[in-house]
T-cell receptor, first 116, second 114 residues
Framework: AQKVTQAQTEISVVEKEDVTLDCVYE???????LFWYKQPPSGELVFLIR??????QNEISGRYSWNFQKSTSSFNFTITASQVVDSAVYFC?????????????FGKGNQVVVIP | DVKVTQSSRYLVKRTGEKVFLECVQD?????MFWYRQDPGLGLRLIYF???????EKGDIPEGYSVSREKKERFSLILESASTNQTSMYLC?????????????FGDGTRLSIL
Protein backbone atom coordinates (compact mmCIF):
# COMPACT_ATOMS: atom_id res chain seq x y z
CA ALA A 1 0.00 0.00 0.00
CA GLN A 2 1.18 3.50 -0.77
CA LYS A 3 2.33 5.14 2.44
CA VAL A 4 2.60 8.62 0.96
CA THR A 5 0.11 9.88 -1.59
CA GLN A 6 0.62 12.96 -3.71
CA ALA A 7 -2.45 12.95 -5.85
CA GLN A 8 -1.69 15.83 -8.21
CA THR A 9 0.77 14.63 -10.83
CA GLU A 10 1.37 17.91 -12.65
CA ILE A 11 0.30 21.39 -11.68
CA SER A 12 0.67 24.45 -13.91
CA VAL A 13 0.35 27.94 -12.51
CA VAL A 14 0.96 31.40 -13.84
CA GLU A 15 3.77 33.31 -12.17
CA LYS A 16 2.73 35.08 -8.95
CA GLU A 17 -0.12 32.68 -8.30
CA ASP A 18 -0.12 30.53 -5.17
CA VAL A 19 0.12 26.77 -5.46
CA THR A 20 -0.64 24.14 -2.81
CA LEU A 21 0.71 20.60 -2.98
CA ASP A 22 -1.19 17.95 -1.07
CA CYS A 23 0.51 15.11 0.81
CA VAL A 24 -1.43 12.42 2.63
CA TYR A 25 0.44 9.78 4.61
CA GLU A 26 -0.39 6.52 6.30
CA UNK A 27 1.30 5.13 9.41
CA UNK A 28 0.50 3.20 12.55
CA UNK A 29 3.42 4.70 14.44
CA UNK A 30 2.94 7.46 16.99
CA UNK A 31 6.43 8.79 16.33
CA UNK A 32 7.25 9.57 12.74
CA UNK A 33 8.80 12.27 10.59
CA LEU A 34 7.67 13.99 7.44
CA PHE A 35 9.85 15.66 4.84
CA TRP A 36 9.53 17.74 1.71
CA TYR A 37 12.17 17.76 -1.02
CA LYS A 38 12.52 19.82 -4.19
CA GLN A 39 14.03 18.37 -7.38
CA PRO A 40 14.85 21.09 -9.94
CA PRO A 41 15.57 20.15 -13.57
CA SER A 42 19.25 19.67 -12.69
CA GLY A 43 18.23 16.48 -10.86
CA GLU A 44 19.51 16.83 -7.30
CA LEU A 45 16.92 16.47 -4.54
CA VAL A 46 17.12 19.38 -2.13
CA PHE A 47 15.86 18.98 1.44
CA LEU A 48 13.28 21.65 2.35
CA ILE A 49 11.75 20.77 5.70
CA ARG A 50 11.34 18.08 8.36
CA UNK A 51 8.40 17.81 10.74
CA UNK A 52 8.05 15.37 13.65
CA UNK A 53 4.71 13.88 14.61
CA UNK A 54 4.55 15.77 17.90
CA UNK A 55 4.91 19.19 16.38
CA UNK A 56 1.80 20.37 14.60
CA GLN A 57 2.82 23.98 14.33
CA ASN A 58 2.64 25.34 10.84
CA GLU A 59 5.85 26.70 9.45
CA ILE A 60 6.69 29.53 7.11
CA SER A 61 10.00 30.06 5.37
CA GLY A 62 9.93 32.95 2.96
CA ARG A 63 7.39 32.13 0.26
CA TYR A 64 7.10 28.51 1.44
CA SER A 65 4.68 27.36 4.12
CA TRP A 66 3.64 23.99 5.46
CA ASN A 67 0.39 22.89 7.07
CA PHE A 68 0.62 19.72 9.17
CA GLN A 69 -2.68 18.21 10.33
CA LYS A 70 -2.52 14.89 12.15
CA SER A 71 -6.31 14.59 12.21
CA THR A 72 -6.35 14.23 8.43
CA SER A 73 -2.85 12.70 8.07
CA SER A 74 -1.81 15.51 5.79
CA PHE A 75 1.31 17.63 5.39
CA ASN A 76 0.55 20.16 2.67
CA PHE A 77 2.99 22.58 1.10
CA THR A 78 2.12 26.02 -0.27
CA ILE A 79 4.26 28.22 -2.48
CA THR A 80 3.07 31.82 -2.34
CA ALA A 81 3.56 34.18 -5.26
CA SER A 82 5.20 31.50 -7.38
CA GLN A 83 8.25 32.24 -9.50
CA VAL A 84 9.72 30.49 -12.52
CA VAL A 85 12.54 29.17 -10.30
CA ASP A 86 9.92 27.22 -8.37
CA SER A 87 9.41 24.95 -11.39
CA ALA A 88 10.48 21.54 -10.12
CA VAL A 89 9.25 18.20 -8.87
CA TYR A 90 8.35 18.24 -5.18
CA PHE A 91 8.41 15.07 -3.10
CA CYS A 92 6.80 14.39 0.23
CA UNK A 93 8.36 11.58 2.32
CA UNK A 94 7.67 9.69 5.54
CA UNK A 95 10.12 8.14 8.00
CA UNK A 96 8.91 5.55 10.50
CA UNK A 97 11.88 4.94 12.80
CA UNK A 98 10.52 1.84 14.55
CA UNK A 99 12.80 -0.38 12.48
CA UNK A 100 15.90 1.49 13.66
CA UNK A 101 17.12 2.83 10.36
CA UNK A 102 16.40 5.91 8.33
CA UNK A 103 14.39 4.67 5.38
CA UNK A 104 12.12 7.16 3.68
CA UNK A 105 8.91 6.31 1.87
CA PHE A 106 8.47 8.82 -0.94
CA GLY A 107 5.33 9.93 -2.70
CA LYS A 108 5.37 9.96 -6.48
CA GLY A 109 5.98 13.68 -6.62
CA ASN A 110 4.23 16.79 -7.88
CA GLN A 111 5.57 18.36 -11.08
CA VAL A 112 5.09 22.11 -10.72
CA VAL A 113 5.33 24.25 -13.84
CA VAL A 114 5.34 28.00 -13.33
CA ILE A 115 4.46 29.87 -16.51
CA PRO A 116 5.99 33.32 -16.87
CA ASP B 1 27.51 21.53 3.66
CA VAL B 2 27.04 17.85 3.01
CA LYS B 3 28.42 16.76 -0.31
CA VAL B 4 27.28 13.57 -2.00
CA THR B 5 29.13 12.92 -5.22
CA GLN B 6 28.09 10.46 -7.88
CA SER B 7 30.80 9.47 -10.31
CA SER B 8 28.90 10.11 -13.55
CA ARG B 9 25.98 12.34 -14.58
CA TYR B 10 25.34 10.38 -17.77
CA LEU B 11 26.31 6.82 -18.61
CA VAL B 12 25.59 4.62 -21.62
CA LYS B 13 26.21 0.88 -21.44
CA ARG B 14 25.26 -2.21 -23.41
CA THR B 15 23.02 -5.09 -22.45
CA GLY B 16 24.90 -7.74 -20.51
CA GLU B 17 27.67 -5.44 -19.31
CA LYS B 18 28.61 -5.21 -15.65
CA VAL B 19 28.00 -1.64 -14.54
CA PHE B 20 29.34 0.15 -11.49
CA LEU B 21 27.81 3.32 -10.12
CA GLU B 22 29.89 5.01 -7.46
CA CYS B 23 28.82 7.34 -4.68
CA VAL B 24 30.98 9.17 -2.14
CA GLN B 25 29.89 11.34 0.79
CA ASP B 26 32.10 13.61 2.85
CA UNK B 27 30.15 14.00 6.09
CA UNK B 28 30.92 10.74 7.89
CA UNK B 29 27.31 9.59 7.57
CA UNK B 30 26.49 6.06 8.66
CA UNK B 31 23.55 5.54 6.30
CA MET B 32 23.80 5.40 2.54
CA PHE B 33 21.06 4.66 0.02
CA TRP B 34 20.56 3.88 -3.66
CA TYR B 35 17.29 4.78 -5.39
CA ARG B 36 16.07 4.65 -8.92
CA GLN B 37 13.64 7.23 -10.26
CA ASP B 38 11.27 6.54 -13.12
CA PRO B 39 8.48 8.75 -14.52
CA GLY B 40 5.24 8.21 -12.67
CA LEU B 41 6.84 5.90 -10.10
CA GLY B 42 8.70 8.36 -7.91
CA LEU B 43 11.78 7.19 -6.00
CA ARG B 44 12.13 3.51 -5.23
CA LEU B 45 14.73 2.19 -2.81
CA ILE B 46 17.09 -0.43 -4.22
CA TYR B 47 19.52 -1.04 -1.36
CA PHE B 48 20.76 0.76 1.70
CA UNK B 49 23.60 0.39 4.16
CA UNK B 50 23.88 1.54 7.76
CA UNK B 51 27.52 0.59 8.30
CA UNK B 52 30.63 -0.57 6.51
CA UNK B 53 30.14 -4.01 4.97
CA UNK B 54 26.47 -3.99 5.98
CA UNK B 55 23.69 -3.90 3.41
CA GLU B 56 19.93 -4.26 3.41
CA LYS B 57 17.58 -4.86 0.51
CA GLY B 58 15.17 -2.14 -0.33
CA ASP B 59 11.97 -2.46 -2.31
CA ILE B 60 13.44 -3.41 -5.71
CA PRO B 61 16.81 -5.17 -5.22
CA GLU B 62 16.45 -7.69 -8.05
CA GLY B 63 19.20 -7.37 -10.63
CA TYR B 64 21.38 -5.20 -8.38
CA SER B 65 24.04 -5.64 -5.75
CA VAL B 66 25.98 -3.18 -3.60
CA SER B 67 29.32 -2.82 -1.94
CA ARG B 68 30.37 -0.73 1.04
CA GLU B 69 34.02 -1.33 1.84
CA LYS B 70 34.60 2.14 3.29
CA LYS B 71 32.24 4.37 5.23
CA GLU B 72 32.29 7.16 2.68
CA ARG B 73 31.74 5.05 -0.43
CA PHE B 74 28.70 3.06 -1.55
CA SER B 75 28.71 1.33 -4.92
CA LEU B 76 25.74 0.03 -6.89
CA ILE B 77 26.46 -2.86 -9.24
CA LEU B 78 24.37 -4.07 -12.15
CA GLU B 79 25.72 -7.58 -12.63
CA SER B 80 24.35 -7.99 -16.16
CA ALA B 81 22.68 -4.82 -17.36
CA SER B 82 19.32 -5.03 -19.05
CA THR B 83 17.28 -2.43 -20.92
CA ASN B 84 14.71 -2.25 -18.12
CA GLN B 85 17.44 -0.86 -15.88
CA THR B 86 17.58 2.32 -17.94
CA SER B 87 16.74 4.93 -15.34
CA MET B 88 17.88 7.81 -13.17
CA TYR B 89 19.88 6.56 -10.18
CA LEU B 90 20.16 8.65 -7.04
CA CYS B 91 22.49 8.13 -4.11
CA UNK B 92 21.82 9.59 -0.66
CA UNK B 93 23.37 9.61 2.80
CA UNK B 94 22.23 10.48 6.30
CA UNK B 95 23.17 10.25 9.94
CA UNK B 96 21.93 7.13 11.70
CA UNK B 97 20.15 8.80 14.60
CA UNK B 98 16.75 7.13 14.78
CA UNK B 99 14.93 8.14 11.64
CA UNK B 100 14.64 11.88 11.99
CA UNK B 101 17.61 12.84 9.87
CA UNK B 102 17.11 14.17 6.36
CA UNK B 103 18.77 12.33 3.54
CA UNK B 104 21.19 14.30 1.38
CA PHE B 105 21.27 13.46 -2.29
CA GLY B 106 23.79 13.47 -5.09
CA ASP B 107 23.10 14.92 -8.53
CA GLY B 108 22.00 11.60 -9.96
CA THR B 109 23.25 9.38 -12.79
CA ARG B 110 21.16 8.99 -15.93
CA LEU B 111 21.94 5.47 -17.07
CA SER B 112 20.96 4.21 -20.50
CA ILE B 113 21.26 0.51 -21.36
CA LEU B 114 21.27 -0.14 -25.09
Amino acid sequence: AQKVTQAQTEISVVEKEDVTLDCVYETRDTTYYLFWYKQPPSGELVFLIRRNSFDEQNEISGRYSWNFQKSTSSFNFTITASQVVDSAVYFCALSEPHDGNNRLAFGKGNQVVVIP
Amino acid sequence: DVKVTQSSRYLVKRTGEKVFLECVQDMDHENMFWYRQDPGLGLRLIYFSYDVKMKEKGDIPEGYSVSREKKERFSLILESASTNQTSMYLCASSLLLGGNQPQHFGDGTRLSIL
